[in-house]
């Protein structure tokens, strides 16, 4: 059994506490914000390995994540069910890579002139606020803690336990520090739901990318994908024009009342995510990293956090 500090309570840093706690670990979560300020509460979080080019590593978490998100959906967790999915396409309708094991996938004609094709598949759907605080519950019935303060540097979490495992997500831009990581600015809308079921998506809009993404109460239409911009004040502007292009793709919407706009910083980094051991901290503890997931934290969460197991395992068996 070892000690772990996890830094960061997003759904990177819970899901790997849960998997550490289950193999057995002492694991502590320090975090900053409350689930309900950190950016994985503002995810729209339908699996899906968004802006992310072929990577073997990609593949591998995002289809163990896609396994145990199904598995939690078939179990009832709360905030997590199967999602029937559509992505318009505009262009190459070649099967992508990242569609191996995605259940039902299929490739479809186009449903009008504005369309080469379309991609069908079911796919995870969470919603985020009430799977973060399962996610502590579970955490804390496994024997863990959860702890919210805000740490100046990762050497303090390194006098609490012999290994600490960095998921501070953007933060890591200046903990680490780790100039390749950067924001990607993402802005949604939030609207009543006039019943619809199946999420959508059209990534190559002349406007801007699209997706519709219904919830149990609610609809996440969006949205932006915006490298380095980090100020997340309204925008009426930018708030009218996903409005417009989303009621365009699915009319429905056009019933839709607007409930709230939001906006969240995604944690980017040049190169991809960082999951990797680094040197060791001041006191000697061992320093595990897990971020820069950019808008898919959700997509490849749990196949992250066991990665973060097993190489957390791996130390302490040699």
Request: charged content about 25%.
């Amino acid at each position: 059994m070892t000690e772990v500090v996890v830094v960061g309570g997003g759904i990177i840093g819970l899901t790997t506490a849960v998997r550490l706690l289950e193999a057995g670990h002492q694991v502590r979560v320090i975090s900053a914000d409350p689930p309900e300020r950190t950016v994985s509460s503002v995810a729209a979080a339908v699996w899906y390995p968004t802006h992310f080019d072929a990577d073997d590593r990609v593949l591998r978490w995002g289809q163990r994540t896609l396994t145990e998100l199904a598995k939690q959906a078939s179990e009832g967790v709360p905030g997590v069910t199967m999602r029937d999915s559509r992505m318009l396409l505009r262009g190459e309708t070649a099967i992508p890579w990242w569609a191996v094991g995605v259940p039902e996938f299929r490739l479809e004609p186009a449903p009008d002139e504005r369309f080469t094709g379309e991609w069908r598949f079911t796919v995870p759907a969470v919603q985020t606020r009430s799977y973060l605080y399962w996610l502590i519950e579970v955490v804390e019935a496994l024997g863990g803690t959860v702890e919210q303060r805000r740490l100046g540097s990762l050497a303090e979490a390194g006098e609490l336990a012999p290994v600490v495992v960095n998921a501070t997500g953007l933060a890591a831009r200046e903990l680490v520090p780790d100039p390749a990581v950067h924001a990607i600015r993402g802005r949604i809308l939030v609207l009543t739901n006039p019943g619809i079921t199946v999420s959508y998506r059209d990534s190559d809009d002349p406007e801007g990318g699209i997706y519709v993404h219904p919830r149990s109460r609610d609809v996440v239409v969006g949205g932006t994908f915006e490298p380095g911009q980090e100020d997340i004040s309204p925008d009426a502007t930018v708030a009218e024009s996903i409005l417009r292009r989303c009621t365009a793709l699915v009319p429905e919407l056009a019933q839709a009342r607007v409930l709230r706009e939001a906006a969240g910083l995604r944690p980017g980094r040049y190169g991809g995510p960082r999951l990797e051991e680094d040197a060791p901290l001041p006191g000697g503890s061992r320093l595990i990293h897990c971020y820069g997931h950019g808008g898919a934290g959700i997509t490849l969460s749990w196949g992250c956090a066991d990665e973060v197991t097993d190489q957390v395992a791996a130390r302490a068996e040699a």
